[in-house]
């Protein structure tokens, strides 16, 4: 018996074969359009194509970035698509394909998580949280071994957690967003900044970005970093710290037994999870009184919100 998992990206379309253990069999990728016709169609078409190899596919399950209803169907609202409001994305892929088989839709950030805990670094965790830095902060929930998602599926949106009162505007319209300071974009303002004040320390990172401060990007400060650069390595302290910070706010809420980070900014590994696990013991409540949560780096690559919407698609 084998699941079909569907990831819909930004710019791409990853669909993959999954068996009985969520293991990835066949895999395909078609670039995203903006507009929800497309997508559907797209799916429809990669369904069929994997049913000329696999004829017992019995569920799909949909990775969608967007807010998706307790339903499991419907996307509430998804800042990439402007059809997404309250759109039955499942009703849609069952009329082009035809069949009865269970087409469940789940958040991204909430695949990626489920998939972690299924199969990567949250394995054996009873109470865990996923963070995802990379442009913005995402999040995921898993309690008592179940996928949080709140009363109307609205939950981990942890990005959203107001961290600073009247602090930097957010893209959501609120102020003080945690990922206005724990993500890849915090992290490029905070090494431009640095390079503005501290131009005497400013060398490596000038030369990375020929001398052109506003095409400074993630890259180029976590190979700074790497290399001991003082102001790259700065850069990654201060999104720890809020890391950190954040981590601790919500352990004062959920009490996970632990953090699991993902996201392209984790690739410098300790480099941020250091100052995080700092921040997150100073900043925590009693903590000097409680067993602290492990803080670890996400193990089940880029497939895992494939491997979370495969597992879901039949829970």
């Given at each position: 018996?084998?699941?079909?998992a569907?990831d819909?990206?930004?710019?791409?379309?990853?669909?993959?074969v999954c068996?009985e253990?969520d293991?990835?069999?066949?895999s395909w990728?078609v670039?995203?359009?903006?507009?929800?016709?497309?997508?559907?169609?797209?799916i429809?078409?990669?369904?069929k194509?994997?049913?000329?190899t696999?004829?017992?596919?019995?569920a799909?399950?949909?990775?969608?970035a967007?807010?998706?209803?307790?339903d499991?169907r419907?996307v509430n609202?998804?800042?990439n698509i402007?059809a997404?409001?309250?759109?039955?994305?499942?009703g849609?892929?069952?009329?082009?394909?035809?069949?009865?088989?269970?087409v469940?839709?789940?958040?991204?950030?909430?695949?990626?998580?489920?998939?972690?805990?299924?199969?990567?670094a949250?394995k054996?965790?009873q109470?865990?949280v996923?963070?995802?830095?990379?442009?913005g902060?995402?999040?995921?929930?898993?309690l008592n071994?179940?996928?949080?998602?709140?009363?109307?599926?609205?939950?981990a949106?942890?990005?959203?957690?107001?961290?600073?009162?009247?602090?930097?505007?957010?893209?959501?319209?609120?102020?003080?967003?945690?990922?206005?300071y724990v993500?890849?974009?915090?992290?490029?303002?905070f090494?431009?900044?640095a390079?503005?004040?501290?131009?005497?320390?400013?060398?490596?990172l000038m030369?990375?970005?020929?001398g052109h401060?506003?095409?400074l990007?993630?890259?180029?400060?976590s190979?700074a970093?790497q290399e001991?650069?003082v102001l790259?390595l700065?850069?990654f302290?201060?999104?720890g710290?809020?890391?950190?910070?954040?981590?601790?706010?919500i352990?004062?809420?959920l009490?996970p037994?632990?953090y699991v980070?993902?996201?392209g900014v984790?690739a410098?590994g300790d480099?941020?999870l250091?100052?995080?696990?700092?921040?997150?013991?100073?900043?925590?409540q009693?903590s000097?009184?409680?067993?602290?949560?492990?803080?670890?780096?996400?193990?089940a690559g880029?497939d895992a919100?494939?491997?979370?919407?495969?597992?879901?698609?039949?829970?």
């Amino acid at each position: 018996m084998h699941k079909l998992a569907v990831d819909i990206g930004g710019t791409k379309i990853a669909v993959g074969v999954c068996d009985e253990d969520d293991t990835i069999v066949r895999s395909w990728t078609v670039p995203t359009e903006n507009d929800a016709d497309s997508i559907n169609e797209a799916i429809a078409a990669l369904y069929k194509k994997a049913c000329e190899t696999f004829n017992d596919i019995s569920a799909i399950g949909i990775s969608a970035a967007g807010n998706v209803k307790q339903d499991r169907r419907t996307v509430n609202f998804s800042a990439n698509i402007p059809a997404w409001i309250n759109y039955d994305l499942s009703g849609h892929i069952e009329e082009l394909i035809g069949t009865d088989i269970p087409v469940v839709v789940e958040n991204d950030a909430n695949c990626a998580g489920w998939g972690e805990y299924v199969h990567g670094a949250g394995k054996g965790s009873q109470n865990m949280v996923m963070l995802t830095v990379g442009t913005g902060l995402g999040g995921a929930i898993v309690l008592n071994g179940e996928l949080y998602r709140g009363s109307f599926g609205m939950a981990a949106e942890l990005g959203h957690l107001p961290m600073v009162p009247d602090g930097d505007t957010c893209g959501c319209g609120l102020r003080g967003c945690a990922e206005r300071y724990v993500s890849g974009s915090a992290l490029e303002r905070f090494a431009k900044a640095a390079v503005r004040r501290r131009p005497e320390d400013a060398k490596r990172l000038m030369e990375l970005c020929n001398g052109h401060i506003e095409e400074l990007r993630g890259p180029m400060i976590s190979k700074a970093a790497q290399e001991g650069d003082v102001l790259g390595l700065y850069s990654f302290n201060k999104i720890g710290e809020w890391l950190g910070r954040t981590m601790a706010a919500i352990s004062a809420v959920l009490d996970p037994d632990l953090y699991v980070i993902g996201g392209g900014v984790i690739a410098v590994g300790d480099i941020l999870l250091d100052p995080a696990r700092e921040a997150y013991e100073r900043f925590l409540q009693a903590s000097a009184y409680r067993p602290i949560a492990k803080i670890v780096p996400a193990s089940a690559g880029q497939d895992a919100g494939l491997i979370g919407a495969a597992n879901l698609s039949l829970r």
